[in-house]
């Protein structure tokens, strides 16, 4: 690991106890959140404390007021809302849960490292500072919750009060379960709800001040289906930052953590999701039929748990405002100051980002594919090619990434490349003839519950490539967290060399197109922007990659760089072509009115359509993505070239509109001779039985 970043493998001393001895040894949870003794609410008080709240209070009697129900059935209500939210933690709970939990990770991964060092760091400044810690993990899968609440248990520390979302709420036993672990639950929209809105303000704030255990929640929302960092959400963020201000706490500490999978077990299930079709819904009875992820060992590789520095609230957030709160109890943090905590966490995640071999592998299989699709990477080739991108990736980018053989010895490095594929033999393999190939991942469409489908219902030919084309790119992704601003400049240049003032206004208006993609801090000031393209400008620079020579930039002796970082672009800006093309022409196409869901499924049809029908625009199977959709959708809404009219209905900016798909159509983009329709069936294994490569 470069950096020296030193990680450890938790799952190493497991394997050699007994798990009933660990996890009934005896324990006194590390709390870290040192308060006096009567600071410290038990679940009662808490609830008192809400339900006394004057702002719940007064939100209680103005519902009384304004509908005519007695201020006593209010108040049950408010004493059920309560009820339903604030967690009940057991140790006793956690205990019990420990021991499934700790066969489940044996069984399921190889290896589950922690940067060990950061996280003792933590652990020992808790131990003597009086601050609030709210742990922020990026959230990947599922497991992100219980895998960071068996990390702490391991340590000996408190497990934290969990944001938890309704749908755990509602598993039979389950719900209640999670909850003595530490889950409280948040309902998923509550802005009209006055009271509810008020309980769960008050309840953080009590929580942040008279709770000596943390706080987790995932900044992000939702789980990241493309594996790669996705726009924070403000509201929980916005209250914790306000309980600052009411002077209970003398910092909160947001501690960003970087959860990364070799193989999230929900693999598939992204996939198809990402396609349109709606995951299961969270069941105890669903909980017992994913056991079967427990069949064969070690299946889901490895996981690298990386903890970032600790962000104060307390340096970021002007003095004045306490005293502005003091006098004005309404006032509220500006959003400006949240959206700046929000970022810094983010940006700590992408930079904690933890590669993996198999990441380069799927990056450099997704070139493949699309230049040399007739010469299929041996594991020869292969080797060679991750070796060089892998120096790239760590010398030229700084990125992190996990060297359990620290060598360029090419026997070696093709065992690491192996090692690396056992996890992923569902998907990609040497064939026999010691080439490697995509296996066919698509279950057949009689297996698929398509009644709530979101978005326009694709051919079975579609699916077949798209699923396993998609599962190799949701494994390209997290790399983005290192090229993004590389890959923008990459879309710039044409062939015969372009401007320098020119290349750079392209990069303007594409990362301005795709700063929500990417979670780029969204910026006017140029001297930022400008800062920031020369950084990555200089690193393709040193890479040969670009040369500069009369004010204009060329492509350089390294195409082969080159191509890497265009390609892995292109899907996104098609995207956004076609999305522009379909709003411009809106009436034209059809009489329905614009919504964000009509949008969707007229893109995601049109797509189809260019797939198989030209080879100008959305030649990859990724284009399929509803998730760049909405993402483009949010970026269009945020610029003001769709703008909302009323009840879900959009009308564009006709101005900029044409004005962007003009700057869209002049970008200098390259396409491929034979599109992934025409290559697939060469790069598809066919044997039933697939012979793993040796040495």
Known sequence: MKQNVKFVDLLEDRRKDCDLLWITRPMDP????????????????????????????LAIDTIARTTGVRIKDVETSARAMINEMASKADLATVRWLGIFITKAMKRMFSKIYINEMTFSNLKQESQISQVQYIYVPSHRSYLDFILLSWI??????????????????????????????????????????????????????????????????????????????????????????????????????????????ERPPEELLFVYEILGIPKPKESTVGLFRSLSILQKPFSYGRIFFNIGESISTRQLVDK????????????????????????????????????????????LLNERIQIKPKEPYTLDSLAKDYCWFKRFLTKSLKALMFDEIETTDNDKIKQEILESLKPHDQLMVFDSLNTLKIKQRHKSSKQINYSNIKGYPLS????????????????????????????????????????????????????????????????????????????????????????????????????????????????FIDVIYVICTILS?????????????????????????????????????????????????????????????????????????????????????????????????SIISMSSVDIQAKL
């Open 320 to 363: 004045d405002y306490r005293k502005r709160k003091v006098l004005d109890p309404s006032f509220k943090i500006p959003s400006s100051v949240v959206k700046n905590i929000a970022y810094l966490i983010i940006e700590a995640h992408k930079k904690n980002t933890v590669l993996m071999p198999i990441n380069i592998v799927a990056l």
């Open 152 to 261: 702490l248990f391991s340590y000996d520390m408190a497990l934290p009060n969990i944001a938890a979302g309704m749908d755990f709420y509602n598993m039979k036993i389950v719900g209640e379960l999670l909850r003595k672990t530490g889950a409280f639950y948040i309902r998923r929209s509550f802005s009209d709800d006055l009271l509810y809105k008020q309980i769960f303000r008050s309840y953080i704030n009590t929580i942040v001040s008279h709770s000596d255990r943390a706080i987790e929640f995932f900044i992000e929302g939702t789980r990241s289906r493309s594996q790669k960092s996705t726009m924070p959400k403000y509201g929980l963020l916005s209250i914790i930052i306000e309980s600052l201000l009411q002077g209970d706490v003398p910092d909160i500490h947001f501690i960003p953590m970087s959860i990364n999978y």
């Open 30 to 57: 590390l709390l870290p959140h040192m308060l006096p003794p009567d600071s410290v609410y038990n679940r009662e008080e808490i609830i008192r404390a809400v339900l006394l709240d004057n702002q719940v209070r």
């Open 585 to 681: 022409e809106w009436t034209e196409r059809t009489s329905v009115e614009l919504t964000d869901r009509t949008i969707l499924i007229e893109t995601q049809k049109e797509v189809e359509r260019l797939m198989f029908e030209t080879k100008d625009c959305c030649q990859h199977p990724y284009c399929l993505s509803l998730d760049l959709y909405n993402t483009t959708w949010s970026n269009l809404l945020s610029q003001g070239i769709v703008i909302a009219e009323h009840s879900n209905i959009f009308r564009t900016d006709k101005t900029k509109l044409i004005y962007l798909i003009g700057a869209l159509r002049e970008l200098p983009l390259r396409r491929s001779v034979e599109t992934y329709i025409d290559v697939f069936p």
């Open 460 to 571: 079975e030919r579609t699916m077949q490539i798209a699923v396993p084309a998609i599962n190799i790119v949701i494994y390209v992704n997290p790399t983005l967290a290192f090229l993004a601003e590389t890959t923008l400049i990459a879309a710039t240049i044409g062939e015969n060399g372009t401007q320098t003032g020119i290349a750079f206004e392209r990069y303007e208006v594409l990362r301005r197109l795709l700063s929500t993609e990417f979670v780029m801090r969204p910026t006017e000031d140029k001297i930022l922007i400008k800062t920031e393209w020369e950084k990555s400008l200089n690193v393709l620079l040193l890479e040969d990659c670009l040369y500069i020579a009369n004010n204009s930039i060329f492509i350089g002796n390294n195409t082969k760089l080159f191509s890497i970082l265009h390609n892995v672009i292109l899907p």
